[in-house]
Nanobody, 120 residues
């Protein structure tokens, strides 16, 4: 099993920045991919960004956050990060980190989520 714990959410005005962290624990060596997702009130959960955990690679992003969000990882610290810049009110959501044991397919592990609120 792998446990994921997010932190760093909060409230910010439009145009501002926030950084999220997600610490992995447990059988982290089984993880192949890490991702960030978000869910706004009344909407389905959506993919935000993803990165390989076990091999060198660059992150992939949803079109809605490309050029504004940066996902990174620090394997030594068992942590993934999501830097969010130029935030918009539509970025308001609960943000979740997730991990899976394969390159593709559903994610196996989820954090509890952290709230991000962007006011106009």
């Amino acid at each position: 099993q792998v446990q994921l714990v997010e932190s760093g959410g909060g409230s910010v005005q439009a145009g501002g920045s926030l950084s999220l962290s997600c610490v992995l624990s447990g059988r982290t060596f089984t993880i192949y991919t890490m991702g960030w997702f978000r869910q706004a009130p009344g909407k389905e959960r959506e993919f935000v960004a993803g990165i390989s955990w076990s091999v060198p690679s660059s992150a992939g992003y949803a079109d809605s956050v490309k050029d504004r969000f940066i996902m990174s990882r620090d394997n030594a610290k068992n942590t993934v990060y999501l830097q969010m810049h130029s935030l918009k009110p539509e970025d308001t959501a609960v943000y979740y980190c997730a991990g899976r044991r394969s390159m593709t397919g559903p994610f196996d592990y989820w954090g509890q989520g952290t709230q991000v609120t962007v006011s106009s």
